[in-house]
């Protein structure tokens, strides 16, 4: 492992170990507005809105609401029944905007096979 890595992951567990707590991963505003608004599926108006919704799911996961009931408001709010219009827009919103709840949301998904 080279030096630079090894002195990361020291840092890293030293932070943890100090506060009990791992290291949070930041909200990657621009990358979830790049991916999501480049789709022509979503057709949000701009960034905004699209934020918006993504900070929207990103509540629901927090909520520990079912993937079920997020995969049947998207399905509404986008007049879709494409399943990966649906795991995308959740995938991207929990990955980029609250990477905290990237866990609750795999959790939240085990066993789903569509609405």
């Keep these: 492992m080279k030096a630079g890595w090894k002195a990361l992951l020291l840092g890293a567990a030293t932070v943890t170990a ?57 399905k509404a709010d986008f007049n879709t029944d494409d399943e990966l219009t649906v795991s995308y827009l959740l995938s991207q919103a929990a990955q980029e905007l609250c990477p905290a709840q990237t866990w609750q949301l795999r959790q939240s998904a085990a066993g789903y096979t569509g609405t």
Excluded: H, W
């Design 18 to 74: 100090a506060f009990g707590v791992a290291p949070v991963a930041s909200a990657d505003e621009i990358g979830y507005i790049i991916n999501v608004t480049v789709r022509p599926t979503y057709n949000f108006p701009n960034a905004q809105v699209a934020l918006d919704y993504g900070y929207g799911l990103c509540g629901r996961i927090e909520r520990k609401d079912s993937f079920v009931d997020m995969a049947r408001q998207i």
